[in-house]
T-cell receptor, first 110, second 117 residues
């Protein structure tokens, strides 16, 4: 059974700092991996989707990497801003089933 | 704008009283999903429809049912809500081809927060 783990569960950084969020999964036979953002009490917003054949994806200040063989993904956020404060979830996809991690709650302090 | 819409945003029900949550989409996606998310936990897939085909997760309680009368709408029925069913319920859609081989991003609605008294 696929297990997805995100460490740390919570992270607080000062504005402007670069940071890395981690995601690990136990079964490397995934179709893709996706990073989402969730604001309190809201739905999920897709940030980046990495297909299993890809190593990384970039969007603005965000860069996500994927290492299937080691079962790891990282989300790099450059020059963090208070507006980046949210919970970040990673999810791996196998077929039509998507399994989520519990998320990392990020707080960026002004 | 094309989107995934969930109604209501907040739902209060009584213990054991049936409740229905609704989801609609203007994306014309062929796959629709229902997730349950409890506080500070990962969203958990309950079931999904691939076109008209219903797929239930093995550990989804029988208390949860779903209907998809057409491409645009999908309903989540909770037949006898218990206190443990209080959660955020998230609907999502995706356009998937070749039975999951070609997969695109899942788009989520804002969720319905269910409170059981």
């Amino acid at each position: 059974k696929q297990e997805v783990t995100q460490i740390p569960a919570a992270l607080s950084v000062p504005e402007g700092e670069n940071l890395v969020l981690n995601c690990s999964f136990t079964d490397s036979a995934i179709y893709n991996l996706q990073w989402f953002r969730q604001d309190p009490g809201k739905g999920l917003t897709s940030l980046l989707l990495i297909q299993s054949s890809q190593r990384e994806q970039t969007s603005g200040r965000l860069n996500a990497s994927l290492d299937k063989s080691s079962g790891r993904s990282t989300l790099y956020i450059a020059a963090s801003q208070p507006g980046d404060s949210a919970t970040y979830l990673c999810a791996v996809r196998l077929g039509l089933n998507m399994r989520f991690g519990a998320g990392t709650r990020l707080t960026v302090k002004p | 704008d094309a989107m995934v819409i969930q109604n209501p945003r907040y739902q209060v029900t009584q213990f054991g009283k049936p409740v229905t949550l609704s989801c609609s989409q203007t994306l014309n996606h062929n796959v629709m999903y229902w997730y349950q998310q409890k506080s500070s936990q990962a969203p958990k897939l309950l079931f999904h429809y691939y076109d008209k085909d219903f797929n239930n997760e093995a550990d989804t309680p029988d208390n949860f049912q779903s209907r998809r009368p057409n491409t645009s709408f999908c309903f989540l029925d909770i037949r006898s809500p218990g206190l443990g069913d209080a959660a955020m319920y998230l609907c999502a859609t995706s356009r998937d081809l070749l039975a999951g081989v070609v997969q695109e991003t899942q788009y989520f609605g804002p969720g319905t927060r269910l409170l059981v008294l």
